[in-house]
Every structure is written in structure tokens, then in C-alpha cells.
């Protein structure tokens, strides 16, 4: 029996002229986006010194707006944002989930070796 | 399976079993899974950086202290150099993506030009990390100053050019009343570096003892970076002070009261660590931008030469791409936190 259930996948590896306008744009969104993002955290880094009373608030900005262009570039540049969910899921939630619980199970141990050292010397 | 038919599929799309899971090719989903295995290689790595500066207990270098210079301008433009390198690496993954996009619309030419620009973009930015590096290297003019009182201070400001060293006391190579000009900023961080200069004497390699003529330095300001007896981290001292104390060290006949740039055993920016992280970090990234620049050339190829015309669609051109995209990704992050934070 010829199987017929197979058949609804596809590369998506072709387009028209006129899809390709409809991505090119969004490209360029996309390109306007990210440069805007790099300039604006040049600017918080130049102008709000380390240690600074806003500083906390500056440096979690950093890492939230580092997210955002990663976000972009996975999900547009790479084209995971138009894969199949099960393929984003696949790819995106076992590395976060692993990264995030590395961070800080790292971070909270070198803060309380730090402390340590701080306080009986070494 | 559930569902149906959507859209054709050519068999080469399908993999052996006749079916494609997750609907890609074969070779598009190990792409995947390797830069997943890459992605945790360097976020490993960016871990550990984060650890050793969580518990490091002198000052950790500071992104637009340690980064502030542009070729052939020379100091004073906090994070433009590295916003720059950001900037050229995100433009050619735009080039990429947009060769991906003539390639589904079998654009030969298209793909060719877009690729073009994306490998002259990725050798920019090698040369542009070479160039970060050989600056980290060298370091500042001042180096990094141990204090009287054993703290540890960055310098900033404006270096006086040396003019010539004057000879005193004749060694080898030089008579005594002639004026060398030629090495002078390297041979002066040399001897400064291994106590070699006393008073304002400095003694070179052949014996040769002379006078230093130099300009006035501007603006001098020293920050401290490690605590002493009377000097603690973020201190700021400037102007005639902060002259003596600098000078009182360097030219004090002692060895290792100033460190020039970086190596692996010690730098002029912070812990030790932070000059290995840097080495080792960038260097990994740079290494992956090297092969991404390689790997393009090789696929580009393919494309002048027509292999994937010929084979119906640009996916290899997709594929390389990933891979590319991913660079820029990494890079994302080592910005943040090399960089920035």
C-alpha cells in the first residue's frame, strides 16, 4: 500500500518575489532593531558610571536587552521562529532550563566562596 | 500520522526512514543540535568567567576603563572600538540572511552577492579582534602602578611623549652626550617594569646609563584597583599627588611596581583570571568566526560553481548560515559580559 501520510512536511525552501519583499522587510526591521539595542547599550555603559546609584538597574537593562537581540536573532536570522513548535521547544527549553539553573547554582557558590574568604582570609 | 497532506515534499527532503521529523532535513536538524552542544560550550565557559568574578576579591576590570581606545586616535573613546566590532558582525548576519532569502527564490546571483558581503564582513571583524588584542597586549602607556603603601592603581590620561634618552654614562652601543630616539617607549616600559630607571636615569641592556627627556603628562588620575594601607578600591587621586606617587614608584630603582598590557601570568586590567578569560573567550569566539569565514568561502563556492542550482535549493546556503547566525549570537553575549556589565 503506497503510503500517503508522509507528505505533509515541507523544507519551505522556496518563495516567491512577493514573500521575499514581505521577509526583506522584516529583515531590515529586524536589522534596525538590533543596531538600536547595540547603540543604546553603548550610550548606558559611556554615560552611567559602575557603582553609580542606577547602576543595578543599568546592568540588569544590559542583560534584558541582551536577551531581546538574542531573541531576535534566534528566532528571525535563524528561522527557529518558523520552524515547528516542537522543534523550538526542542532546541530552546532543555539549553534554558540547563543554563538557568548553571547560573545559579554557580553564581551562588562563588558569592558565598567569596564571603568566605572575606571572612577568614586567605 | 495525523493530519494531512499540506504541501509536497521532494523525496530528498525525506530522510531514510521516508519520513522527516520535525519537518526538517536531516542535515538542517543535526545543525541544530550541534550549535546546541556549541551554544553549551560557551555558556560553560561564560559561567565560569562569572563564577571567578563573583568571588574574585580585588577590583574587576570595568568595560569602558579597560576598552577605550580607536586606531590611529588613540585613547579616550570608552566602548566605541567593541561597538564598532558588534556592529560589523550584526551587518553580516543580516548579508547571510539575506543570501538564505535569495536562495529560496533560486537567485543564483543574489545569493553570490549576499555572501560576498557576508565573508568580507567576517574578516573584519578577525582583523578587528586581532587588532583588540594586540592593543590588550600592549597595553596602556601608563601600565598598572603599585603605590607606596602597597595599593594597586590604574592610570588615565595623557601620556608626555619621550623625546630622547640622553647619554650620561657610555655603555656598548651608545657614547656618552649622544641622544638616542629610536625604541624609546619600549625600551623605557622595560626598565621601568625592571627597576631599571632611578631617579630619572634610565639604565639600558648595554650598560648605557641616560637622562630621560620627556614631555609633561596631562591629566593624570589614578584609580585604585586593590586595597593598601591607605589607599582602598575606587579611590581616585589626581593631578600633582597623583604624579609624585606615580613617579616616586616607577622611577624608585624597583622591580614590578608597573605592569605593562597583558600575559597570561599577570595584567594591567585586574585578577589574573580576567586576562586568561579574555584570551581564552575571545579567542574561542574568534577562532569560530575564523572557521565561519572558511566555511563560507567553501560554500560559496558550490554556489559560483552551480552544485546547488543544479540540486533544486540553497539549503547548504540555509545551513552555513545557522552556523554563521550563531557566531553572531555568542558574540551577543560576550559583548554583555566582557563588555558591559
Known amino acids: ?64 536587552l541582551t536577551l531581546l537581540k538574542a531573541a531576535y536573532i534566534v528566532l528571525v536570522f535563524m528561522h527557529l521562529g518558523d520552524e515547528r513548535k516542537s522543534l523550538k521547544y526542542v532546541i530552546l527549553v532543555p539549553y534554558i532550563l540547563f543554563m538557568v539553573y548553571l547560573i545559579f547554582i554557580c553564581l551562588m557558590e562563588a558569592l558565598k566562596i567569596g564571603n568566605t574568604w572575606m571572612t577568614y582570609g586567605g | 500520522m495525523a493530519g494531512h497532506a499540506t504541501k509536497e515534499i521532494d523525496a530528498a527532503t525525506l530522510w531514510g526512514g521516508k519520513i522527516s521529523p520535525f519537518s526538517t532535513s536531516y542535515g538542517k536538524l543535526m545543525m541544530w543540535f550541534f550549535l546546541v552542544s556549541d551554544a553549551l560550550t560557551f555558556g560553560g565557559l561564560l559561567v565560569a568567567y562569572g563564577f571567578t568574578r563573583h568571588d574574585a576579591q580585588d577590583a574587576w576590570p570595568i568595560g569602558e576603563e579597560t576598552f577605550n581606545s580607536l586606531p590611529f586616535l588613540g585613547h579616550g573613546y570608552p566602548l566605541m572600538y567593541v561597538a564598532l566590532m558588534t556592529f560589523i558582525l550584526i551587518v553580516s548576519s543580516v548579508t547571510m540572511v539575506l543570501a538564505v532569502e535569495a536562495g529560496h527564490r533560486m537567485d543564483k546571483r543574489g545569493v553570490v552577492k549576499w555572501m560576498i558581503a557576508t565573508i568580507i564582513g567576517g574578516f573584519f571583524f578577525v582583523g578587528s579582534q586581532a587588532w583588540e588584542w594586540y592593543h590588550f597586549i600592549h597595553g596602556s602607556e601608563f601600565g598598572k602602578v603599585e603605590l607606596a603603601d602597597g595599593s594597586q592603581a590604574i592610570v588615565k590620561g595623557h601620556f608626555g611623549e619621550i623625546e630622547n634618552f640622553e647619554v650620561i654614562e657610555a655603555g656598548h652601543h651608545h657614547k656618552k652626550g ?21 631617579g630619572g636615569v634610565i639604565t639600558l641592556h648595554d650598560g648605557t646609563k641616560a637622562m630621560i627627556n620627556k614631555k609633561a ?33 616607577i622611577y624608585g630603582g624597583t622591580a614590578n611596581k608597573v605592569i605593562y598590557g597583558a600575559n597570561l601570568e599577570q595584567n594591567e586590567y585586574g585578577p589574573q583570571q580576567y586576562g586568561q578569560f579574555f584570551f581564552f573567550i575571545t579567542g574561542f569566539h574568534g577562532f569560530h568566526v575564523f572557521s565561519g569565514v572558511i566555511i563560507n568561502i567553501i560554500i560559496m563556492i558550490g554556489v559560483v560553481m552551480g552544485i546547488y542550482h543544479k540540486r533544486g535549493h540553497y539549503e547548504m546556503v540555509e545551513k552555513t548560515g545557522l552556523y554563521w ?8 553575549f560576550v559583548f554583555t559580559f566582557f563588555y558591559l556589565v
Open chain 2, 217 to 249: 603628562d596631562e591629566h593624570m588620575e589614578l584609580i585604585v584597583k586593590k586595597d593598601g594601607k591607605k589607599y582602598s578600591v575606587g579611590d581616585r587621586i589626581e593631578g600633582k599627588d597623583a604624579e609624585k606617587m606615580y613617579y616616586d614608584a
Open chain 2, 178 to 198: 649622544e641622544k638616542i630616539t629610536e625604541d624609546l617607549m619600549h625600551e623605557f616600559q622595560h626598565a621601568a617594569a625592571g627597576g631599571h630607571i632611578n
Open chain 2, 325 to 332: 547566525h550563531f557566531v553572531d549570537l555568542v558574540w551577543v
Open chain 1, 1 to 64: 500500500m503506497e503510503r500517503d501520510d508522509i507528505i505533509e512536511y515541507s523544507l519551505d525552501a522556496h518563495h516567491d518575489e512577493e514573500h521575499g519583499k514581505k521577509i526583506r522587510a522584516t529583515i531590515w526591521k529586524v536589522t534596525a532593531i538590533l543596531t538600536a539595542i547595540t547603540v543604546l547599550e553603548v550610550m548606558l555603559g559611556v554615560y552611567i558610571k559602575q557603582g553609580s546609584g542606577a547602576w543595578p538597574f543599568v546592568k540588569w537593562s544590559f542583560i534584558i
